[in-house]
């Protein structure tokens, strides 16, 4: 504890100072300054924002993500696609600190969709929210499309990627022990025979679901990227899923609404990049992301609300497994 507040001591004067030096290269045409730096996360990433005030008035917010080493080719990437940001829903992105190996990017408005998605499926509301959360798949879709369409670099073979809803399913003993052996010995050997295929290998956001995507009236962003390549699919797992799993928490999301918005999601990807999965390869895939989620749960620590809302996800999760897994004749 007291080795990571001294080191959050040290990124804050260091920061502070080197963003500062940069400020008139970031805003030519403003006169700012930093006053308050805050940090955001801490679990997979350390994120720190820095408050910019103008005139005494708060004018924005600099994010700087302490990023993996070896990520800053992909962020110089999509530094390169920022006059694209709009269409990629993606923050500007404003520097890549090399000694920090820190990306910084400019703040975006809004709340989350998960928060959205409990207010505008309340029967009060009415449909008019409905066609707005419709847009927002719409815009989902069409951003990770552009994304994976801009990015791709070859197609890979799966086995060579490694992916960790894949690596972390191999080596799990708790998936081991929840699944039983003879279940968990049937997904394994499916895995080795899926590792063979070759999937797209693009920069992906690793984690697009509701808590990730802060919407505001019309506009979209995607936030927290992951600045990583990956499997096109890992994108499109994730927003699915995450929907189904807003679904089955929230009284007044129908099925209905969810099938369309997952629809209409898949049909804009689509338009942009191709979604090449046969039914089964698809199913397994889905299994594989359900047993990524589980181990995400057992692993953190969590809050009393967050615990009875992932005990609903788990309940959740595990069905989905069965079902897929018998489906599959894996059991």
Not at 74 to 79: G, I, N, S, Y
Not at 90 to 114: C, Q, Y
Not at 166 to 171: M, N, P
Not at 233 to 248: C, K, R, V
Request: charged share 30%.
């Amino acid at each position: 504890m007291i080795y990571k507040k001294s080191l959050l001591v040290i990124y804050e004067r260091s920061l502070k100072e080197k963003i500062s030096k940069k400020l008139k290269d970031y805003y030519p045409d403003r006169k700012l300054s930093i006053r308050d730096m805050t940090l955001v996360k801490n679990v997979r990433a350390m994120v720190l924002r820095f408050d910019l005030f103008e005139d005494n008035h708060k004018a924005n917010e600099i994010y700087v993500k302490i990023l993996e080493k070896g990520a800053k080719e992909q962020v110089l990437e999509l530094k390169n696609l920022n006059e694209y940001k709009d269409l990629l829903l993606m923050p500007r992105i404003i520097d890549f600190f090399e000694d920090f190996n820190a990306v910084v990017m400019e703040g975006v408005k809004g709340g989350t969709l998960s928060k959205a998605l409990v207010f505008y499926t309340l029967p009060i509301v009415g449909n008019f929210y409905e066609v707005r959360l419709l847009d927002y798949a719409r815009k989902i879709g069409r951003g990770l499309g552009l994304l994976h369409k801009f990015t791709e670099r070859r197609k890979l073979r799966i086995g060579d990627m490694n992916l960790g809803m894949i690596t972390g399913v191999k080596v799990s003993p708790y998936i081991r022990t929840l699944l039983g052996v003879d279940l968990f010995n049937n997904i394994l050997n499916r895995i080795e025979e899926i590792e063979d295929e070759k999937a797209s290998f693009v920069q992906v956001h690793r984690d697009p679901t509701p808590h990730n995507i802060l919407v505001k009236r019309d506009e979209v962003h995607l936030v927290d990227f992951a600045f990583k390549r990956g499997a096109s699919f890992e994108d499109t797992l994730a927003f699915s899923i995450g929907l189904e799993l807003m679904e089955n928490r929230l009284p007044f999301f129908s099925k209905s609404l969810l099938e369309e918005m997952k629809h209409l999601f898949f049909n804009y990807y689509e338009e942009f990049f191709h979604h090449p999965f046969e039914e089964d390869f698809w199913s397994f895939l889905k299994l594989l992301r359900c047993l990524q989620q589980l181990i995400v749960y057992n692993q953190r620590k969590t809050s009393l609300k967050n615990y009875i809302l992932e005990s609903i996800d788990k309940k959740y999760l595990l069905d989905r497994i069965w079902e897929l897994s018998l489906k599959l004749n894996l059991r």
